[in-house]
T-cell receptor
Framework: DQQVKQNSPSLSVQEGRISILNCDYT??????FLWYKKYPAEGPTFLIS?????DKNEDGRFTVFLNKSAKHLSLHIVPSQPGDSAVYFCAATPGNYGQNFVFGPGTRLSVLP | DGGITQSPKYLFRKEGQNVTLSCEQN?????MYWYRQDPGQGLRLIYYSQIVNDFQKGDIAEGYSVSREKKESFPLTVTSAQKNPTAFYLC?????????????FGNGTRLTVT
């Protein structure tokens, strides 16, 4: 049973518009959440994170929103650029020494020029 | 430049053979990890090590073995006991200072066993 779910395997967005990637989790012990971006034939790179004591974290064009009661988080990319085309993984951890990162299956984002 | 080096990028083996995947980091990170990625699935943890000479099984450790003799190195051996070894393998490291220490990944090794 997947503890971290990304129900949209793929998403296409026009350049300049907003991309919204969603992630749901089932384990109420998770209290730290991260987004990673992965290009083909490369390892994932860390994008942005959020602690459960917050409901929003921003870094430039990227904003992550957390709704703990719904066990849902989302990544907003505004404005979307063609270079954002990649697979995005949501990950969660119970907040100990980080070894228990649980990853979702990923969403492939395509930003169309 | 600091980073994680995985080699080789592609690896082909015959069924029944053990194979070792290399992972080296010069980030001075204490913790290192091995993940496996299969199509349509998230990354699944095979083994992790928080300190030299110590390591713990992850969610899918069966058929794999690791060693951590040096801080910089965390090789993964895929044994013949691993029932479905063909996959993309990712090594990662972190400072192990807490959950807010994100993982740094290498570029992966794609293993094909026939």
């Amino acid at each position: 049973d997947q503890q971290v779910k990304q129900n949209s395997p793929s998403l296409s967005v026009q350049e300049g518009r907003i991309s919204i990637l969603n992630c749901d989790y089932t384990n109420s012990m998770f209290d730290y959440f991260l987004w990673y971006k992965k290009y083909p034939a490369e390892g994932p790179t860390f994008l942005i994170s959020i602690s459960s004591i917050k409901d929003k974290n921003e870094d430039g064009r990227f904003t992550v929103f957390l709704n703990k009661s719904a066990k849902h988080l989302s990544l907003h990319i505004v404005p979307s650029q063609p270079g954002d085309s990649a697979v995005y993984f949501c990950a969660a951890t119970p907040g100990n020494y980080g070894q228990n990162f649980v990853f979702g299956p990923g969403t492939r984002l395509s930003v169309l020029p | 430049d600091g980073g994680i080096t995985q080699s080789p990028k592609y690896l082909f083996r015959k069924e029944g053979q053990n194979v070792t995947l290399s992972c080296e980091q010069n980030l001075n990170h204490d913790a290192m990890y091995w993940y496996r990625q299969d199509p349509g699935q998230g990354l699944r943890l095979i083994y992790y090590s928080q300190i030299v000479n110590d390591f713990q099984k992850g969610d899918i450790a069966e058929g794999y073995s690791v060693s951590r003799e040096k801080k910089e190195s965390f090789p993964l051996t895929v044994t013949s006991a691993q029932k479905n070894p063909t996959a993309f393998y990712l090594c990662a490291s972190s400072t192990s200072q807490g959950a807010d220490s994100p993982l740094h990944f290498g570029n992966g090794t794609r293993l094909t066993v026939t």
